[in-house]
């Protein structure tokens, strides 16, 4: 029986690249969970955060993980903070593989940048940030099933590592 991909990680890890490159090697749909959000609100996170602040920013998150989980399984990219929130991992393993992008905060910064919609992320140093968020969230992080290294690797790369563990683990 196939079970949901959710991908976990810092931002900049690659959990949009690598999902949608997953998700289409696995023909499988690509939840963007921050993509809906910002969809359905209509405006950027950066604003939904600045506007009605990071608990209701994760309540909505929630809802729309719950929303993704129930729905046909699918490779799910929720925001980085996601799977910080108590209990968050826990309950995405019943109907999941949990996947942990890991990238050392120095890379996960580098490609993180160019965005600029990452409210976690404005304004100071990005590294020493990023370094921050690590620290407050590989924890959590590490309840995922199985962790695939993003270092030094290209997203097709990744892309490989996550769908062979969908593959063998997932019943994709």
């Known amino acids: 029986m196939k079970r949901h991909v959710v991908l976990i990680g810092l931002p900049g890890s690659g959990k949009t690249t690598v999902g949608r ?3 289409e090697q696995l023909q499988a749909g690509f939840v963007d ?3 809906i959000i910002a969809r359905r609100e209509g405006k950027p996170i ?13 309540e909505m ?5 719950e929303t993704a989980l129930g729905a046909a399984p ?4 929720p925001g980085g903070g ?9 309950e995405a393993r019943r109907s999941a593989l949990v996947i942990y992008l ?6 996960a910064a580098q490609r993180a940048e160019p965005e600029g919609t990452r409210p976690l992320l404005m304004g100071e140093d990005p590294v020493a940030r ?4 690590l620290k407050e969230r590989e924890p959590f992080y590490r309840n995922a099933h199985a962790q695939v290294d993003t270092d030094r690797k290209t997203p097709p790369q990744v892309s490989f590592e996550v769908v062979r563990l969908a593959q063998s683990s997932a019943g994709w």
């Open 102 to 107: 890991r990238a050392r905060p120095e890379m």
């Open 61 to 65: 998150e929630r809802k729309e993980m």
């Open 82 to 90: 996601w799977a910080a929130q108590p209990g968050a991992i826990e």
């Open 46 to 58: 950066t604003m939904i955060f600045a506007e009605k602040g990071e608990a209701a920013f994760r």
């Open 21 to 23: 490159l997953a998700a």
């Open 74 to 77: 699918a490779v799910v990219a």
């Open 130 to 133: 990023m370094r921050q968020l």
């Open 33 to 35: 969970i921050d993509a």
